[in-house]
């Protein structure tokens, strides 16, 4: 029976979930496995390392640490902007999900952290960085 191997391409479910048991994200929950092909760097390192070697049908759990997960949040991604800078029609408030484009038109997801008189608060890190990560992996399919 094959093995997962690196550069296979793959079909897994999985379910992610905090040290603290909340799951925060689950293709089981959607129905529908991702696909994806091994060392092209699409998921986190620690989610592929999980996979080498699995069966299909093979269930395993693996717990990966925030190094091989989102990192550490990083200070340079926490700003404080003007709010004279924001759309007139936006009332910034904490944990509200604003939208940011950099100089050469990438995307950027910001959570607000604090809302000020003139200012607010914003935070480019992933919402996970800084966490360790457990998932629960099936290998459905190796394509």
């Known amino acids: 029976m ?3 191997k690196e550069n ?3 079909k ?3 379910t992610g979930k905090l040290a603290t048991g909340e799951v925060f994200d689950s293709s089981v929950e959607r129905g529908e496995p991702i696909e994806f092909t091994m060392g092209q760097g699409q998921l986190i390192p620690g989610f ?3 996979l080498i070697d699995m069966k299909i049908n093979e269930k395993k759990t693996v717990n990966i640490p925030k190094e091989e997960a989102y990192g550490e949040p990083k200070t340079e ?3 404080e902007v003007p709010k004279s800078q924001l759309p007139q029609d936006i009332e910034p408030k904490v944990g509200m999900g604003l939208v940011s484009q950099t100089q050469s038109g990438q995307e950027i997801n910001l959570l607000v952290t604090d809302v000020k ?3 607010i608060v914003v935070d480019g ?3 996970l960085a800084g966490k360790d990560l457990i998932f629960d992996l099936e290998v459905v399919e190796i394509l």
């Open 48 to 50: 592929e390392k999980g």
């Open 117 to 119: 008189e003139e200012t």
């Open 8 to 10: 296979d391409k793959v």
């Open 2 to 4: 094959s093995q997962v």
């Open 125 to 127: 890190n992933h919402p």
């Open 77 to 79: 991604l926490i700003q």
């Open 12 to 14: 897994v479910h999985y």
